[in-house]
């Protein structure tokens, strides 16, 4: 099972400011947050990672609170092309077994 | 660039048949991952590698069989396809475990009649 659930689906307009949040009640010491975006027909690909506090890159921020148990991924004034899912999983050390949950699906309409 | 590159890309099978999917990265990488995707069900770890001769199982490993030969190539195994095994196939690999950034190829369409 994912170690981590999210919001089946979200809707935004063009413009906005979007936030989706992901529950990891049971992170553990060692385990970072990254995220994943994917467009229809492609792999996914990597947006951000963070272990505690604020990330900001060109893309996205990741807001990790002091008790690590949720995360939010801040995606700033979307646009039509951030039209995609986005997966938050939570991983660290060296174990392999990377599980995906399902994902939310931003649709981002005009 | 070639990052991590799947073969094919496209494949219709009569149940019962067999195929390999191949899957190979040029970064060096010593994880390598085989997932599933079907609609509304997101990604689903079929098998991984932690390195060039082992394989462990993932969430969904029935069905399939994996072998990793050399560190570059990760090889997925269908022995007696099954419709319930039609389903966009997904490599990935990274340069360890975690953390650390996934890199996926572009999937492979796999239909079985």
């Known amino acids: 099972l994912a170690k981590t659930t999210q919001p089946i689906s979200m809707d935004s307009y063009e413009g906005q400011e979007v936030n989706i949040t992901c529950s990891h009640n049971n992170i553990a010491t060692n385990d970072y947050i990254t995220w994943y975006q994917q467009f229809p027909s492609q792999g996914p690909r990597f947006i951000i990672q963070?272990?505690?506090t604020k990330v900001t890159n060109e893309v996205a921020s990741l807001f990790i609170p002091a008790d690590r148990k949720s995360s939010t991924l801040s995606l700033p004034r979307v646009s039509l092309s951030d039209t995609a899912v986005y997966y938050c999983l939570e991983y660290g050390g060296s174990q392999g077994n990377l599980i995906f949950g399902k994902g939310t699906k931003l649709s981002v309409k005009p | 660039n070639a990052g991590v590159t799947q073969t094919p890309k496209f494949r219709v099978l009569k149940t019962g048949q067999s195929m390999t999917l191949l899957c190979a990265q040029d970064?060096?990488?010593?994880?390598m991952y085989w997932y599933r995707q079907d609609p509304g069900m997101g990604l689903r770890l079929i098998h991984y590698?932690?390195?060039?001769?082992?394989?462990a199982k993932g969430e969904v490993p029935d069905g399939y069989n994996v072998s990793r030969l050399k560190k570059q190539n990760f090889l997925l195994g269908l022995e007696s396809a099954a419709p319930s095994q039609t389903s966009v196939y997904f490599c990935?690999?990274?340069?360890?475990?975690?953390?650390?950034?996934?890199?996926f190829g572009e999937g492979s369409r796999l239909t079985v009649l």
């Open positions: 963070g272990y505690k």
């Open positions: 970064m060096n990488h010593e994880y």
């Open positions: 590698s932690v390195g060039e001769g082992t394989t």
């Open positions: 990935a690999s990274s340069l360890a475990g975690g953390p650390g950034e996934l890199f």
